[in-house]
């Protein structure tokens, strides 16, 4: 009888996550092709506005280059790239001097002391932000490779959708078919967010660290980074601080606009979350364990339930890969093959692991380890954005 229960109750869960995601994604698409948005007046409308691009760098010499050079060549707007060298150890610092030198466009900040009660990134985002000209900034991080059409496209996105805030998801190129599945797992997870902020629903907003686009004036008038000096997921609460100040989001997804080196398999992605998802689940012990014991179970219950024979148990089975609809969604509009989809609920309990790995981590260490530098978790809990 317990099990009947319990595999019913997986089935629901399951499928009722099927059907909100499926709701949710009609709104979480990709950024529209810049054949669609060249309109005369949108083409000199974007030639007219300059752009601060905003990277806060550190250690960053294998790649900076090739990012800095990238998005010098952003067609149809005018670039101002500031880069904060955040206590770099390494070459960053010297190709930062060589290429300002080169090219008049790139301003360079460096930071060799983190002020008390900052992060590092936070810090160096808020001096970037600080010393911008443009009338819109956009923060972007040193690993991100952007198509040369990709700030226009988003500058004309905002001004015909009379919004303050665009922002993409990362766009990675996983290497293996588990690395796929999680990024597809980790887009659907963010469906709701998508949903909120493209219906301008009270609560919605969604951030994203590769880019977050901003116009400086609703930056400027929401707090900005002075109000994230200590929130590990700052490109997020930057979106809840926009909404809340009455400002207008656009979220998309990145997919192949945008070439982030940090996603390139699954052990790759639980690397870079493991300071993220605690974070996530606001330091909350309680909630952390749930979400990954909980989900764990639930998806045991439906590889499980489907050997069964038991019609509780396939329901619970057919619930766990109804998942395999709105995986598809994700799937067709990055432009992968379907097989992708099928594999997304086997390779969940790889986000699961991730959440508890970030809660034991962060719990063992006392606080999370960012950019060498070690932050209490007590200044974390304390700083967070409510």
Request: net charge positive; glycine share 10%.
């Amino acid at each position: 009888m317990f099990f009947a229960i319990f595999f019913a109750v997986a089935a629901a869960c399951w499928l009722g996550m099927c059907v909100g995601a499926l709701y949710h994604l009609r709104w979480a698409r990709r950024l529209p092709a810049l054949v669609e948005l060249s309109t005369a007046r949108e083409t000199q409308e974007s030639r007219d506005v300059r752009c601060s691009v905003v990277i806060a760098a550190r250690d960053e010499a294998a790649r900076i280059e090739a990012t800095c050079r990238r998005l010098l060549a952003q067609t149809g707007v005018a670039i101002e790239l500031i880069v904060v060298d955040d206590r770099s150890t390494d070459g960053t610092s010297e190709t930062l001097r060589r290429l300002s030198a080169e090219d008049s466009r790139v301003r360079t900040e460096r930071v060799d002391v983190l002020p008390d009660g900052w992060l590092g990134k936070c810090y160096g985002c808020h001096r970037g932000a600080s010393a911008a000209t443009g009338e819109w900034l956009l923060f972007t991080d040193a690993d991100s490779w952007l198509k040369p059409d990709l700030i226009v496209r988003a500058l004309r996105v905002a001004e015909r959708e009379r919004v303050d805030h665009i922002a993409l998801t990362m766009g990675v190129t996983p290497t293996t078919l588990a690395g796929r599945a999680w990024h597809i797992g980790f887009v659907m997870s963010l469906a709701s967010y998508f949903s909120g902020a493209n219906r301008d629903r009270p609560d919605g907003h969604i951030g994203m660290g590769a880019f977050n686009l901003v116009r400086a004036s609703a930056y400027r008038a929401c707090g900005g980074y002075e109000a994230l000096r200590m929130e590990v997921l700052d490109d997020v609460r930057l979106g809840l601080l926009l909404r809340r100040a009455g400002s207008r989001t656009r979220g998309f997804i990145g997919g192949d606009d945008m070439d982030c080196d940090w996603g390139v398999n699954a052990r790759r992605m639980i690397h870079h979350m493991e300071k993220n998802y605690f974070a996530a689940a606001e330091f909350r012990v309680a909630a952390a364990l749930c979400l990954s014991f909980g989900n764990t179970a639930l998806w045991l219950a439906g590889i499980v339930g489907t050997f069964t024979g038991t019609r509780a148990g396939i329901a619970a089975g057919l619930g766990l890969f109804s998942l395999i609809l709105p995986a598809n969604v994700v799937a067709r509009r990055l432009g992968w093959s379907p097989l992708t989809a099928i594999a997304t609920p086997l390779y969940l309990p790889l986000m699961f692991y991730a959440i508890l790995r970030s809660t034991i981590l962060t719990l063992r260490q006392g606080g999370i380890y960012w950019r060498d530098t070690f932050y209490p978790l007590a200044a974390l809990r304390k700083g967070r954005v409510r």
